[in-house]
């Protein structure tokens, strides 16, 4: 189904428009516009142009026209069309040329849409103008429409055969290369892959490649978490290990102590107890002896008792010997006595004056016989003899009462001492049994039977010695004190009673002992460790030397863990994370394959479509050659490419450029490839109107008649516009100008009306 | 009876990524609502306050949610509202580092891996509550640890871990797991959960008999997904009673899932962004699925600009099939190239493999015919 569009006014402020309006009739033949040059032929078919498509300021061309449109009344530069669309209904396009605004309003029912209508934009607002103006006018780009159904002046010449003719007919939307790039560059924007997958990728990263390294680099972090927690636990279970190991050792070292105590405790009270017990042996033993001896001292007692009136004293030898010798000095003292008794007695003792008086006798004899002599000699040697005589007289007293002195002093003496000897004598015998009968004669018999008597108290005295020695040795096993009194038996008996309540201590200590041994037998001890404190010792030494080693152990861990076990980051976090971006990554996976097949959509639906109307447009420009030329030019063939394309001429295919064409035969052809590519485009249903500029330039009579005749029939079709200053070349094929446009100093002309008056 | 608030994954500091332009203002919104709840404690007059993990979302929160955290809980513990926390797995404490090596404001912190035991008495009685923080390096099955004080009171477990039914179930050890039968089999009057970001009453934990337990659910939307019901929950424990659980909303604006929405026959997408907006309740987020034979190529970033200017946000999915629209049938007429992209694109979504290779058929044929300046 095809559809036409017509301009139907055209109300102008632009360029020397400053404020016209055109009413343009609505008829199957074309519109000619005419006028001299510089009257504004091709400032009004422009604005009408320009007013759909605007002006790219980023084009100097375009920039420099639409600056050369500002409107010579100083105005603003702006335009309004009313145009028939494609769809049929009618609409008025109001362009403002300063800022490219454009209101689009629909005269059936109203309704307005308003935006930018800027070609060069990309916005939301600028394609929904383009894609309406599409649906108005068949086509959004004034390219498009400038090199199909609008030959502007002089542009006839750029005419070519050539592929974008084909892709402008994507329904007169838009180029299908323009298309595929702008699939392709936001492609770009979405991944550096190429979009058809062929060729090279682009290096920097785009938004895939960027989720890609995101989601890689999460996934290492994960996988150093996990790590963390891999290794981490293991040296958890290593701190833990260590620290259960030394609360192990710690439990065990404790036990070990606490059994150490009583341990060394059972030592000693096993010490204790051997103590007790070797102390019960010697107590025993102790009392033992001291009932053996005395015992034997009882039985030795008994065995040689003697009468206690028999008993002689334990000095009886030594008495036996004094009495010897008292026996003996009595003896001789009462010889002495006797002797003494027999000593001269007083009356014994010459007087005093025998001396004397036998001196003096001498003398006289002497002197008597000197004097008798008559020598002196007599008388010395009388009274030498009477000294002689008379000394010894008198020594012989003195010797005589020193005698008799001698005898009572000594006989006083002797007497003293018999008394003494008596004395020492009955005390020698105090004691000795039957001491009245003792005597010299008495004296082996009594000697003997002191011996025997002396030989048994030498037993009883052993016996008593052993006995005391023992009572000695049983008062210091006993720690006791000596008694002061008592006899031995009774000390021994008293011993024997402290040695047995020492025993009984001793039992109550050894069983009391052994309780607290037994008590003691209940220590825990580690399994392999003998009950001894040696034993509990090493186990010691050895548990508290391990302890030391796993708390090393448990602090290294617990550095290594501090250092570099613990993780910074939750690996269900990051997983949690990486959830997210898998599903942002997916939506731009699925981004990336949309515009990837739109891209191949376009392309493969391009490719199907260029098969099939490939060789439409060739027939469409093949026929559009044979009807302007009469059949002498055409058909168009290009089995290559349609740059290449040939045109028949006489009978043989010649290139499509003059020579081998002739100038006009060219210019005919030229036109003949407009008109057909707008045939062809046709097809999209939207027929915009057809506007030639100058299309009689270069055209004899007869060639203008014959275009002439070809824009009438192409006319009964689609809307066309003419617009030439050949005026006579008008009157020469009698048509009139439905607007004339006067030099730029007057007014337009009604239609009709011609610059040189009314037609013919 | 004992009243009890109880919370989960609050996840202060978290990017809410998926909110696009919307995130940083919603992380405020989530701050400002937390620093709200000793007012909702004193509104429903809870006796305590039960924190089941994640309260941050990350291991190193920045000082303002610290700052906020703290705050908040020393004005609960002021109220005379004691506060129970254990960490979870995006604020676990068996990091380097972790916000609970510091104070939070005299709440009571749970670190141990297995489980310990905090008492305190309350005007509803006393109450004793058991928690822990899961290290799987030191202890694997903790919940072997749990032994019931023999005290009077409430009994109450609280745990961050996943349940059968929870995405993190499958994680592995690296998450608390949390059979159902051994939850059930824990001698508590409660068992107070968090992990799982649905809210999870008692009754849907099936079991008739054992410890009833719960997830709150996120305390508000942290993604896309999070649709439904978010806040916290206030829970009635009573001697021979079951628990009475009720949700409380917290006041981030939730994300309401409008399922489908049928734009069959719209015109423009200004329609199609009136026709999701009348069905979105006030407060609410807009989540829907455009369904339907459109007569444009919804531009689905486009309606959620628009839903999101009346909204605040809004995630649109545009399930919609505008190759099977009256206006591409009219094009598909056309001996055009725009004519063959739409039936050769209509012939690749009739052959695609499947859903999804239908859906990236659909929505390559919209790019190629925009492309084209088509639509």
Redesign the interface.
């Known amino acids: 189904m095809t559809s036409t569009v017509r301009f139907l006014r055209v109300e102008l402020g632009y360029g020397c428009h400053g404020a016209g309006t055109f009413e343009i009739p609505e008829k199957d033949a074309p519109v000619v516009i005419a006028g001299p040059n510089g009257s504004g032929k091709t400032t009004l078919v422009e604005a009408l142009v320009r007013t759909l498509f605007g002006f790219d300021r980023r084009q100097p061309a375009d920039r420099d026209c639409l600056a050369a449109r500002v409107p010579w009344s100083g105005d603003r530069c702006r335009a309004e069309v009313e145009i028939r669309g494609g769809d049929g209904r009618r609409w008025r396009v109001r362009r403002e040329f300063d800022d490219g605004h454009v209101r689009v309003v629909s005269l059936d029912d109203g309704s307005t849409w308003a935006g930018d209508g800027n070609p060069a934009s990309a916005n939301q607002e600028a394609l929904e103008y383009r894609r309406r103006l599409a649906g108005i006018f068949g086509l959004a780009e004034i390219e498009h429409y400038e090199s199909t159904a609008c030959v502007a002046q002089g542009r006839l010449l750029d005419t070519r055969l050539r592929e974008e003719l084909l892709q402008i007919e994507a329904g007169g939307y838009g180029n299908v290369d323009e298309a595929r790039a702008r699939v392709a560059k936001a492609h770009e924007a979405l991944t550096s892959r190429p979009i058809d997958g062929a060729g090279r990728g682009k290096t920097k990263p785009r938004r895939l490649e960027s989720a890609d390294s995101e989601i890689a680099r999460l996934r290492s972090r994960l996988a150093s978490a996990d790590a963390v927690l891999g290794w981490r636990a293991p040296l958890e279970q290593e701190v833990d290990a260590a620290r259960a190991r030394v609360e192990e050792l710690d439990l065990a070292i404790g036990r070990l102590e606490a059994a150490l105590a009583p341990l060394n405790g059972r030592r000693a009270l096993e010490s204790k107890i051997q103590v007790l017990v070797e102390r019960q042996g010697v107590v025993q033993a102790s009392r033992n002896r001291v009932e053996r001896a005395s015992r034997q001292l009882a039985e030795i007692e008994d065995a040689v008792a003697v009468p206690l009136g028999e008993r002689y004293p334990a000095d009886f030898l030594e008495r036996l010997g004094r009495l010897e010798w008292l026996w003996t000095r009595q003896a001789a003292l009462r010889a002495d006595r006797d002797r003494l008794n027999a000593a001269p007695r007083e009356a014994d003792i010459p007087p005093v004056w025998i001396a004397p008086a036998v001196a003096a006798v001498l003398a006289a004899i002497g002197a008597v016989a000197a004097v008798g002599m008559g020598s002196a000699m007599p008388a010395m040697v009388g009274a030498a003899l009477a000294i002689v005589v008379g000394t010894a007289l008198l020594l012989h007293r003195g010797k005589r009462a020193r005698r008799r002195e001698e005898a009572l002093s000594r006989k006083q003496v002797v007497y003293g001492e018999l008394d003494r000897i008596g004395e020492d004598l009955s005390r020698e015998m105090d004691g000795i049994p039957r001491a009245s009968t003792l005597s010299p004669a008495t004296l082996d018999e009594r000697r003997r039977a002191f011996e025997a008597q002396r030989r048994a108290a030498e037993k009883i005295d052993a016996a008593r010695q052993a006995l005391e020695e023992e009572l000695l040795d049983a008062a210091r096993t006993l720690d006791a004190a000596p008694p002061t009194d008592g006899t031995l038996q009774d000390l021994a008996a008293l011993r024997a009673a402290q040695c047995a309540a020492a025993q009984e201590e001793i039992r109550t200590a050894l069983a009391r002992a052994h309780v607290e041994v037994e008590n003691l037998a209940a220590v825990h001890l580690p399994d392999g460790v003998d009950a001894t404190p040696e034993a509990v010792e090493a186990a010691l030494a050895e548990r508290r030397k391990e302890r030391r080693a796993a708390e090393q152990r448990a602090r290294a861990a617990e550095t290594r863990l501090l250092q570099e076990g613990t993780g910074h980051e939750s690996p269900v976090a990051i997983r949690d994370e990486l959830v997210l971006l898998e599903a942002q990554r997916a939506a731009i996976e699925r981004e990336v394959l949309v515009h990837e097949a739109a891209h191949a959509l376009i392309r493969d639906a391009y490719q199907e479509f260029r098969e099939h109307d490939r060789d439409r447009l060739l027939s469409a420009v093949s026929r559009s050659l044979v009807d302007l030329t009469g059949g002498r030019i055409g058909p168009i063939e290009a089995p290559g490419s349609l740059a290449e394309a040939t045109v028949g001429v006489s009978g043989r295919q010649v290139e499509l450029r003059s020579p081998p064409l002739s100038y006009g035969e060219f210019h005919a052809a030229l036109f003949g490839i407009r008109l057909g590519a707008s045939d062809f485009h046709a097809r999209s249903g939207i027929r915009p109107p057809m506007i030639v500029d100058e299309p009689f330039a270069y055209l004899d009579l007869e060639r203008a008649r014959d275009l002439w005749r070809l824009l009438c029939a192409v006319a009964r079709e689609r809307q066309v516009f003419v617009v030439t200053q050949e005026t006579l070349t008008l009157d020469a094929l009698g048509v009139v100008p439905d607007i004339v446009l006067p030099a730029l100093s007057g007014s337009a002309l009604p239609a009709g009306t011609s610059p040189s008056g009314p037609a013919p | 009876m004992i009243r009890l608030l109880h919370l989960a994954d609050v996840h202060l500091g978290a990017s809410m990524?998926?909110f696009g332009d919307a995130a940083d203002a919603r992380r405020r919104r989530l701050l400002e609502a937390f620093r709200e709840l000793p007012e909702a404690a004193r509104a429903d007059d809870v006796h305590a306050v039960l924190v089941a993990g994640d309260l941050f979302?990350?291991?190193e929160p920045g000082a303002e949610e610290k700052a906020a955290v703290a705050e908040t809980f020393a004005r609960l513990i002021r109220d005379g509202r004691p506060v129970f926390v254990v960490p979870g797995?995006?604020?676990?404490a068996?990091?380097?580092?972790h916000p609970y090596s510091e104070p939070l404001g005299g709440a009571r912190v749970f670190l141990g891996p297995v489980f310990e035991r905090q008492s305190t008495e309350t005007a509803g009685g006393p109450l004793h509550v058991y928690g822990l923080s899961y290290?799987?390096?030191?202890e694997d099955a903790p919940l072997d640890s749990y032994a019931r004080a023999d005290l009077p009171g409430f009994h109450v477990a609280l745990l961050h871990g996943s349940a059968e039914f929870s995405?993190?179930w499958r994680?592995g050890r690296?998450?608390l797991r949390l059979p159902l039968a051994a939850l059930s089999a824990l001698a508590c009057d409660y068992v107070a959960l968090g992990d799982y970001h649905g809210f999870r009453p008692p009754e849907r934990f099936g079991g008739a008999s054992g410890a009833p337990a719960c997830y709150p659910g996120s305390f508000a939307a942290l993604?896309l997904t999070e649709t439904g019901p978010r806040g916290w929950v206030v829970v009635e424990l009573e001697d021979g009673s079951l628990p009475r659980v009720r949700h409380r909303p917290s006041s981030v604006p939730p994300l309401q899932d409008l399922g489908t929405v049928d734009v069959g026959g719209a015109a423009h997408n200004e329609a199609v962004v009136d026709r999701v907006a009348e069905r979105v309740d006030p407060g609410a987020l807009p989540v829907a699925r455009l369904v339907g034979v459109p007569d444009v190529a919804v531009?689905a970033e486009?309606v959620s600009r628009r839903l999101a200017e009346r909204f605040g946000f809004a995630r649109i999915e545009d399930a919609s099939t505008f190759h099977a629209s009256a206006r591409l049938d009219r094009?598909a007429?056309?001996?055009?190239?725009?004519?063959?992209?739409v039936?050769?694109?209509r012939r690749?979504i009739a052959q695609a493999p499947d859903q999804?290779a239908a859906?990236?058929?659909e929505?390559?044929?919209?790019?190629?015919l925009?492309?084209?300046?088509?639509?």
């Open positions: 990524s998926s979302d990350r291991p797995n995006h604020d676990s068996t990091l380097h580092r290290d799987m390096a030191r995405p993190h994680i690296n998450a993604d531009d486009l094009i007429e056309d001996d055009t190239v725009a004519g063959h992209v039936r050769l694109g690749r999804g859906a990236i058929a929505r390559a044929l919209r790019v190629a925009h492309a084209l300046g088509v639509t």
